[in-house]
């Protein structure tokens, strides 16, 4: 479980992502396709499975609908948590506890 305690949240559904935001996440990411959600329903419905995407497809793609964003995406001190994989959870709580301790 992620302590919610101290965080930001943005409800993307309603209060989509800025391009700045995006911006931001991709600089401390490294790119837009470790962003992108490949288990977005839309993904399969828009065959982009069988399509090459650039970087500025996965880019546009996040803007334009939320449910290409991968989450959640946390960002603390310039470092980028980004999903809910058992690994991402482990270093993100890993994280949390040394810097709180």
């Given at each position: ?66 449910t ?8 603390i001190?310039?470092r ?5 994989s ?12 040394k810097?709180?301790?």
């Amino acid at each position: 479980m992620i302590p919610l305690e101290g965080f930001e949240l943005q409800e993307i559904k309603t209060k989509p992502i800025t391009v700045k935001q995006l911006e931001e996440m991709k600089k401390l990411s490294g790119s837009y396709e470790s962003l992108f959600s490949r288990r977005a329903k839309k993904y399969k419905e828009m065959g982009l499975k069988d399509q090459n995407l650039s970087e500025k497809d996965y880019q546009q793609f996040i803007l334009d609908h939320y449910t290409f964003l991968k989450r959640p995406v946390i960002i603390i001190d310039n470092r980028i948590f980004i999903g809910s994989s058992k690994k991402i959870i482990e270093s993100l709580l890993d994280y949390l506890n040394k810097k709180n301790s």
